[in-house]
Each structure stands twice: as structure tokens, then as C-alpha cells.
């Protein structure tokens, strides 16, 4: 079982920066492939980032193309953690984050197994 602990949102102003976390526990995090999502007020949840598993030490980062160029993903593997930087953010950024967590690649960017409670963000004019 994977568990996982979504932290560092907040309110800031928009053009401004924030950093996610989530620390997962559970089976070995090197071979998780983990993710980012978002739900806004009335909108579905939408997948924002995410750092899939190729084998060994290799990790490929895939970004929706509203986020690409502005969020970045990183993993720190003494911790556990993963990292969403989230630069230039605008108004529309605003929503729930949810951390997201799966053994297979191709799903983490789809339809997780493991989830995070969320962590809200929200950007201000």
C-alpha cells in the first residue's frame, strides 16, 4: 500500500511561485511513478505532471500543455518526495492539487491506484 502526503500549498499573488510536496511511504519509491493532478471549483480533475518510471534510475517527465515551461517535477529520493515548482502561475492555476502515485507508468498520467487528500492553491489577482 502507498501512501501519500501532499503539502506546500497557499494563497499567492499571480506571476509568483509555489512548491508542492508529497512524501509517499509504502513499496520502493524508485518504482513508483508519481504525479500531479488538479480539480478546480466545478470543473473534473485534470492531470497536470507527472515523472514516470523507465527502468533503473530513469525517470521521463510529461507535462499537460497548460503547465509545460512553467511547472517542473523532480523527484528526492533520500526523502521520498516529490516536488511540483510551479512558476508564473495565473489565476486559472487555482484549484485543489492532488499528489497521485502508481507502479505502472503508462497509468500514473491516466488513472492512478494511490492518491494524496489534496492540498488547495489558489492565486490571487
Known amino acids: 500500500q502507498v501512501q501519500l502526503v501532499e503539502s506546500g500549498g497557499g494563497l499567492v499573488q499571480a506571476g509568483g511561485s509555489l512548491r508542492l510536496s508529497c512524501a509517499a511511504s509504502g513499496p520502493t519509491f524508485g518504482r513508483l511513478s508519481m504525479g500531479w493532478f488538479r480539480q478546480a471549483p466545478g470543473k473534473e480533475r485534470e492531470f497536470v505532471a507527472a515523472?514516470?518510471?523507465?527502468?533503473?534510475?530513469?525517470?521521463?517527465?510529461v507535462y499537460a500543455d497548460s503547465v509545460k515551461d512553467r511547472f517542473t517535477i523532480s523527484r528526492d529520493y533520500a526523502r521520498n518526495t516529490v516536488y511540483l515548482q510551479m512558476n508564473s502561475l495565473k489565476l486559472e492555476d487555482t484549484a485543489v492539487y492532488y499528489c497521485?502515485?502508481?507502479?505502472?507508468?503508462?497509468?500514473?498520467?491516466?488513472?492512478?491506484?494511490?492518491w494524496g487528500q489534496g492540498t488547495q492553491v489558489t492565486v490571487s489577482s
Open positions: 515523472s514516470r518510471w523507465s527502468g533503473g534510475n530513469t525517470y521521463q517527465p
Open positions: 497521485a502515485a502508481d507502479a505502472n507508468s503508462a497509468a500514473v498520467s491516466s488513472t492512478p491506484n494511490y
